[in-house]
Structure formats: structure tokens, C-alpha cells
């Protein structure tokens, strides 16, 4: 069984009681499938985890290690949303060493407060993680870009691109204090 499956740090998104949360195992009954539910389109995969506030969140980028982590941030009545979801289970189907995560961004206070914290501003959105790291991130419902992030991050086997994510930050953060301090300099004149 791979890491995804037997990691659940959530419920997983089967809508009609197509699978179960037992533990740290996934139960699954009946085949994965997309189908449409009662709140929208829902997934039959047990590789989907369902994150339902920061807690969830966190407890998902824990738990995956060193495995790559694909979130997908979807709203309520977001037609593209809804369009590329199917795909998303089926890439999560496909890529077994990889945590594939569902997060709906208006469905509470705690998911708006996650998803305002990410800087998400345009639905669908993708997050790609390594060991906690945010690698790529894109806004849209482009199934041939999904498809190229999943695979370009996880074929970074070396971790070069968690090296390089990292360099990114400390090069932000450096330009940040930067700036910090010539904004006190020109204050000073």
C-alpha cells in the first residue's frame, strides 16, 4: 500500500460513502470513480485527503515526509473548479508516492482563513510540496499545466527544487531586510 493510502489525516473526499477514515488506514469500498454528489462533484479515491482547516493542512505536509504533496484549493460554486476535479482524482490515481489534497476555500471560517494565508486570489488553485516546502503554485483549471507541475515536481527525486524553493525564501528575506532598512535610512534624511 502506498504512502497516500495509508496516511488519512482528514476524511477523504468519498461524498457517498464509498470509503472511510479508520486510523491512519484509508478503507475503500467499490471502484475509484468521479462522480456528481449532492455537494458537488465528488471523489471515490482514497487518494484525495480532504482538508478541512489548518490543523488538516498541517498534519497533511507532516505526515507525507519527503513525498510530494498536490493541493488542489477549490471553491463552492466554482465552475472550474468543478471542471478540472475529476482530473485531479485521476492524476491522484495515477501517482501513487505522491499526498493529493482538496481544500474548499469558502466552506468555513477555517478554510477561508487557510486559503488567505496561501495568498490564494483566483480559484482553481494548485500548491506543490516537498518536505514541508512550497515548490510551484499556479491558478487555473488547465489540465495539460496540472498534469506537467505533478510531474516536473515529482520527478525532482534530489530534492533540487526544495534546494532551490529554499534559496528562493532566503532571497526574499533578504531583500525584505533590505528594504526594511533603507526605508528607516530615508526616514532618517
Not at 462533484?41 to 485527503?49: I, P, T
Not at 505536509?61 to 471542471?83: E, N, R, W
Not at 490515481?93 to 481544500?103: E, G, K, N, S
Request: glycine share 12%; charged share 25%.
Amino acid at each position: 500500500m502506498s504512502l497516500a493510502m495509508s496516511m488519512a489525516m482528514s476524511s477523504c473526499l468519498c461524498g457517498g460513502g464509498l470509503g472511510r477514515v479508520e486510523g491512519a488506514r484509508v478503507r475503500v469500498r467499490g471502484r475509484a470513480s468521479v462522480r456528481r454528489g449532492r455537494r458537488g462533484w465528488a471523489c471515490a479515491s482514497a487518494r484525495v485527503v480532504r482538508v478541512t482547516g489548518s490543523d488538516d493542512f498541517e498534519a497533511v505536509l507532516a505526515g507525507a515526509g519527503g513525498a510530494l504533496v498536490v493541493v488542489d484549493v477549490s471553491g463552492k460554486s466554482c465552475g472550474p473548479c468543478k471542471v478540472i476535479y475529476p482530473y485531479f482524482c485521476e492524476l491522484a490515481d495515477t501517482m501513487p508516492d505522491a499526498v493529493f489534497a482538496y481544500l474548499v476555500g469558502d466552506e468555513n471560517e477555517g478554510t477561508k482563513a487557510l486559503a488567505k494565508s496561501m495568498g490564494v486570489k483566483a480559484l482553481p488553485h494548485f500548491r506543490f510540496y516537498r518536505d514541508g516546502v512550497l515548490l510551484d503554485k499556479f491558478s487555473g483549471a488547465d489540465k495539460d499545466k496540472l498534469r506537467r507541475a505533478v510531474e516536473t515536481c515529482a520527478a525532482d527525486a534530489e530534492g533540487t527544487a526544495v534546494q532551490d524553493a529554499v534559496a528562493r525564501e532566503a532571497q526574499a528575506d533578504a531583500l525584505k531586510d533590505v528594504s526594511k532598512g533603507l526605508a528607516e535610512r530615508l526616514k532618517g534624511l
